[in-house]
């Protein structure tokens, strides 16, 4: 026991003389683990938070196009829209046998540069974007009326634009902010929707025929839609698909969701390989830098190991000195690998928030960590192995010259 | 049977030739209790080496060492450095304190080594090295003749039966050899230790009642070649 300790002071020991290295080392495995970790946790974390942010909806139906831009569009409200629908194609969906819920839905004009996407008030009612978790206002206030000109703000958008109960806007036309596209229509904020870490917080709600007649759009394009948002009974869109996507030529059936945005991913799944690929080699960096690190302590120190032998120590206390100090080391940037990625988790989640609206969960403290961090432990190990076997050899030879 | 017996002691390196070349043979050798020994020789003719089989450091080819009643020879390294620990204070000529430690940690970590743990006998021999008010200093925050005195403090923190003491007065001045020398001996005798001490100074051996020529004790003729082979090993 007393060796054990007699071990842990000569390696923290060390470790102090040589803190300047040390902090190098515990920085550099930290970033290298971190690093390792959120290439291989963030890639992973994007997509769940992507297919759990399509704000519980199965498919959606809009113009004829690419089901990844209707998706995109309807959903995360990024791309233009791919055209309009005639109102008749959402009365016929929403009676189709295998619809649950579909909710008619008109974009075309923004605020500041925050889309206003007019629906129906009863999706907010009715509609789950999250099993068991309907939408919710901010009391006092309400969802807007069918056929007045009222606003209910997304979270993020009150927050970023300090909208309020009360206050009162001009929309402005197209999907993007154009000072002099500005409306006529005056609307009035009559709730803000409490915060979902979903795209819908992105947005301003207004009633569907404010989009479908806000002054200065075509009055031909008044019953025209963008896209109808669609609940399928179980999973039973095939008769849909077959009905929009293979033989009709008029609408676009996106569905089902996730896979759609699966397929997006996999677009990058280059990236996602290259990233892998720099990520195992960062790991590498970091057993690598360990292992130099010890090795430059260890030519200092062999001396002092060679005097210890002297003075009775053990090879057990000394190569356990060795250990202690990379276990010491590693632990420190397997720590510090958690706070990186953590921070790095933080960034890329708080960027992915504030651009699309989708909240991503990272739990610090899964498999995922607890693997890198055992296994910055275990590089660290493997790393002090070889000094230590080395150094056993070689330190008295070298230390105690014979002078006489 | 005395504190220490040396029988056929026999050691041989590998010469640049490639031959094997034996470089040491003790044919006896044999230290009383509370003795003090000078063993005086030439630099590079093999003491340095001897004191590392007495101390069980390095193993002798052939050969029998008893100290304290155990057989050096027969134990197993974890056994010979225990015994090192606990029986065996050694002193360099280069002092190797551990830098990384204070004066009093120094002592500490050679007490923690032989599983012992006592602060106040600590102190007490760095009041008694006349270092105490420097207890926290570094090495490098000392004089040569302060680190000498610190190392032979460090020898003797676990009241050893045996000191080994290799050229410790080769890199002091004439003022710091007496006083080291003075002190060393001195402890050595308050803590009833035996004390081995190498020297090719004979101003250093004079002081010494029973001296040694390690020419005498060492069968093998020092040449050229052995001090090359030395020169190798170092």
């Known amino acids: ?404 | 049977m005395g504190l220490l017996e040396v029988k056929d002691l026999k050691k041989s390196f590998l010469s640049p030739a490639g031959k094997m070349e034996m470089i040491l043979h003790v044919p006896k050798f044999s230290l009383e209790g509370r003795a003090q020994v000078a063993l005086e020789g030439a630099s590079g003719s093999g003491k340095t080496t001897f004191l590392t089989f007495l101390a069980g450091v390095l193993p002798a080819d052939s050969g029998k060492i008893t100290m304290d009643g155990h057989s050096l020879h027969l134990l197993r390294e974890a056994a010979r450095d225990q015994l090192r620990a606990q029986e065996i204070g050694y002193v360099f000529q280069s002092f190797n304190l551990l830098s990384g430690f204070s004066c009093l940690e120094n002592l500490t970590l050679s007490m923690n080594l032989a599983g012992q743990s006592d602060l106040e006998h600590a102190h007490a021999l760095l009041h008694a090295v006349g270092l105490q008010d420097r207890r926290n200093h570094r090495p490098h925050q000392l004089s040569i003749g302060q680190q000498q005195r610190v190392a032979i403090a460090r020898a003797l923190v676990n009241k050893p039966k045996l000191v080994l003491a290799d050229e410790p007065t080769g890199n002091l001045d004439p003022a710091n050899t007496d006083r080291s020398l003075s002190l060393l001996r001195s402890l050595c005798e308050e803590w009833e230790s035996s004390l081995i001490l190498v020297s090719h100074d004979a101003r250093v051996i004079r002081q010494f009642e029973q001296n040694i020529r390690w020419e005498e004790l060492n069968q093998i003729k020092r040449d050229e070649e052995f001090s090359q082979i030395q020169e190798d090993l170092a």
């Open chain 1, 1 to 404: 026991m007393m060796g054990l300790g007699v071990s842990l002071k000569l390696a923290w020991r060390a470790i102090r003389q040589n803190l300047l290295t040390s902090w190098i080392t515990v920085f550099t495995v930290a970033l290298a683990g971190g690093l390792f970790l959120g290439a291989w946790k963030t890639n992973q974390s994007v997509r769940l938070a992507f297919a759990q942010s399509a704000c519980g909806f199965d498919a959606v139906l809009g113009a004829r196009g690419s089901q990844l831009q209707l998706v995109l569009n309807a959903l995360f409200h990024l791309e233009n829209s791919p055209g309009n629908l005639d109102w008749s194609h959402y009365e016929m969906i929403r009676d189709h046998p295998v619809v649950s819920e579909a909710y008619p839905f008109a974009l075309g004009d923004n605020y500041l540069g925050y889309r206003l996407v007019g629906t129906m008030p009863e999706m907010f009612i009715e509609h789950q974007w999250k099993e068991g978790e309907n939408y919710q206002v901010l009391p006092p206030g309400r969802i807007f009326s069918e056929n007045a000109k009222e606003a209910l703000v997304g979270a993020r958008v009150a927050e970023r634009l300090g909208l309020k109960l009360g206050d009162r806007f001009h929309p402005y036309h197209g999907l993007e902010y154009s000072p002099d596209r500005k409306h006529e229509d005056i609307y009035l904020v009559v709730g803000i929707l409490q915060a979902t870490g979903t795209p819908s917080d992105q947005v301003i709600w207004i009633p569907l025929m404010g989009v479908q007649r806000m002054e200065g759009h075509d009055p031909e394009e008044a019953n025209s839609i963008s896209g109808v948002l669609l609940n399928l009974k179980g999973s039973s869109g095939l008769a849909l698909d077959v009905k929009y996507n293979k033989q009709g030529d008029q609408a676009t059936l996106a569905w089902p969701v996730p896979a759609i945005l699966s397929s997006f991913f996999n677009r990058f799944s280059w990236l996602e390989r290259s990233v892998a690929a720099l990520a195992l080699l960062m790991a590498l960096v970091g057993g690598l830098i360990i292992l130099a690190s010890l090795r430059s302590t260890m030519h200092e120190r062999r001396r002092e190991f060679a005097v210890l032998r002297c003075m009775g120590a053990s090879q057990s206390v000394v190569t356990g000195s060795i250990l202690w100090q990379s276990i010491i080391l590693s632990l420190f940037g397997a720590l510090g690998s958690l706070v990186f990625y953590l921070l790095l988790s933080l960034t890329v989640s708080s960027i992915i928030h504030l651009q699309i609206g989708v909240g991503m969960d990272l739990p610090l403290f899964d498999l995922a960590a607890l693997y890198t961090f055992l296994g910055i432990l275990l590089l660290g190990l493997l790393s002090a192995w070889l000094p230590t076997r080395q150094l056993y050899k070689t330190s008295l030879q070298e230390t105690l010259q014979p002078s006489g």
